[in-house]
Nanobody, 118 residues
Framework: QVQLVESGGGLVQPGGSLRLSCAAS????????MAWYRQAPGKQRELVAA???????NDADSVKGRFTISRDTAKNTVYLQMTSLKPEDTAVYYC????????????WGQGTQVTVSS
């Protein structure tokens, strides 16, 4: 069973920074893509950033220029570096891994809370 464990969330003031980590139980390059999603109360879960197995990245317009997704394959870990945080970034952030088969298989972490408030 694939396990994904997020860490690094917390309370931060507007304009501050946080780095989230997602530790996977197996090689992250065995997945077609890994991604960060977030969900705020009363809102749909949304894609924040994704990185493919060959290292290409894609960011949501709402975080472009502020958030950076990266990986350390030796550590089986994906990161989300968040800067210039805004109150609207407040959400539970989830790590996601996709594997292609007969159908796409999605794996999810338990989530980590990020709260941006003064």
């Amino acid at each position: 069973q694939v396990q994904l464990v997020e860490s690094g969330g917390g309370l931060v003031q507007p304009g501050g920074s946080l780095r989230l980590s997602c530790a996977a139980s197996e090689s992250i390059v065995s997945f077609r893509a890994m991604a960060w999603y977030r969900q705020a109360p009363g809102k749909q879960r949304e894609l924040v950033a994704a990185i493919t197995s060959d290292g290409r990245t894609n960011d949501a317009d709402s975080v472009k220029g502020r958030f950076t997704i990266s990986r350390d394959t030796a550590k089986n870990t994906v990161y989300l570096q968040m800067t210039s945080l805004k109150p609207e970034d407040t959400a539970v952030y989830y790590c996601n891994a996709k594997r292609l088969g007969i159908a796409t298989i999605d794996y999810w972490g338990q989530g980590t809370q990020v709260t941006v408030s003064s």
